[in-house]
Structures are given as structure tokens and as C-alpha cells.
């Protein structure tokens, strides 16, 4: 894999850092344009893995679009990128550096893409593109109620109030499809599955030992130092 483009990408409330293995790295607006813009940058890139962290619900509509348009990438747990950061020194913290981290990471952990099946992205897509279209709806109307005559104010923030409220289920519906996809790269089934591992147990082997996935049953057990199950 020879000259492969690995990227990390650092998600705040206002922005995205995206950093690329090969040296480039640039900062979009983390609105629907920004994504858009970015989705269609990483397309002319061909990414061999993209990797984001989990960062409480930030990520879901990035990660969709991501998915949708067919490009690999993982979302990870973020503890498992403090370790590498702490294994090279990187002891620094600011978003275009966690970007850097990321890409790193991706590059050399190379944790797996699962496939997903050809209906799942249409599905997200469908998904993502109602989502783009509530906000850019909602972001109409808000406009209008600014030079809205009396009459109509009320008819207009009621639009308003349907349309918040009808975002709010997309992006749930958004997030419930994509935590139930493999782009998540949790172990959590087969850990849980050994008996006597539990929640706490099971996020830390996630987050310090991302090879879990290679492993078997017999193996986690382990690790964990309990007695499998036979």
C-alpha cells in the first residue's frame, strides 16, 4: 500500500480539521456546505482509510455522508488515539494536531472497514440528504420571519417549530442507523459475549487494545482473566 492517502479528521462544533498522511491538511465550516465541499475533496483524494473519532454525536453527520458517498472510514474510540499520541510524543493539543494524530493513526494501526452492503448507503444517503434539506428549509424560514408581516408570524414560526422538531428525528434516526452500521469499529458484541466481561471492562480493552478484533473469544477471555466459556 505503497504511497496510500490515510486521513484523520478532528471534529468541533464550528469546524472540521482534516489532515492527510501525505502533508496536506486544511479546515472546513462543519455546516451541510462544509461537508458537502469536503465529501467531494476526500472523493478526488482516494483515500485509502479516513478515520474520525467519537466525539458525543458531532461525527454522525460527517461520518454519514462519509458513508454515503462510499468512502472508507472508521469511526473510533478516542482513547485509543490519546495512546498513540502519548507512544510519539505528541503530548500537544489542538485540533489540526489531533487531525495529524488521527492520520497517523490511520495509517498505522489500519484498523478495519467492514463492508457494508449496497442498500445501507443509499439508505444513509436518503438520510443525510433530508437532513441537508430540513436545515437549509428551516434556515429559509427563519429568514423570512425576519420581514414576516403580523399576520403570517405565526404561521411562520410554526413552520419553524415543525421543521426543528422534524430535524431533531432525522438526526436521531441518522445517528440509530449509523451506530448500527460496521463503520463503528466497537467490539463490544464479542466482548460482551465472554462471560464476567462487562461495560467498564469492555470500553477499556476497546480502548487500549484496538487488535481485539483479530482476536477470538478464547483470547479476550484472557486478557480480561476470566474463564471462557466451553
Do not use: Y
Request: charged content about 20%.
Amino acid at each position: 500500500m505503497s504511497g496510500a492517502c490515510f486521513v484523520g479528521m478532528d471534529i468541533s462544533q464550528d469546524s472540521v480539521d482534516v489532515a492527510v498522511q501525505l502533508g496536506t491538511a486544511f479546515q472546513i465550516a462543519n455546516n451541510e456546505q462544509g461537508l458537502a465541499e469536503t465529501v467531494k475533496r476526500l472523493q478526488t483524494l482516494t483515500p485509502a482509510l479516513i478515520v474520525l473519532e467519537a466525539t458525543g454525536g458531532l461525527e454522525v453527520p460527517l461520518a454519514g455522508a462519509l458513508v454515503a458517498a462510499g468512502l472508507p472510514v472508521v469511526v473510533i474510540n478516542p482513547l485509543q488515539v490519546r495512546d498513540v499520541a502519548r507512544a510519539t510524543g505528541q503530548l500537544a493539543k489542538t485540533d489540526r494536531l489531533d487531525a495529524q494524530i488521527l492520520a497517523r493513526f490511520a495509517e498505522a494501526i489500519r484498523p478495519p472497514i467492514r463492508p457494508v452492503p449496497d442498500e445501507q448507503p443509499q439508505a444513509l444517503a436518503a438520510l443525510v440528504a433530508r437532513r441537508r434539506q430540513l436545515i437549509e428549509m428551516l434556515t429559509a424560514e427563519k429568514n423570512r420571519l425576519r420581514l414576516a408581516a403580523r399576520p403570517i408570524q405565526k404561521r411562520v414560526q410554526a413552520h419553524i417549530a415543525w421543521l426543528e422538531k422534524e430535524l431533531a428525528a432525522t438526526t436521531i434516526d441518522l445517528t440509530t442507523t449509523m451506530r448500527e452500521r460496521p463503520v463503528w469499529r466497537e467490539k463490544e458484541e464479542v466482548l460482551r459475549s465472554v462471560p464476567g466481561v462487562g461495560p467498564v471492562l469492555t470500553t477499556t480493552l476497546c480502548a487500549n487494545l484496538p487488535e481485539l478484533g483479530t482476536l477470538t473469544r478464547k483470547a479476550v477471555a484472557a486478557l480480561a482473566g476470566v474463564a471462557p466459556e466451553k
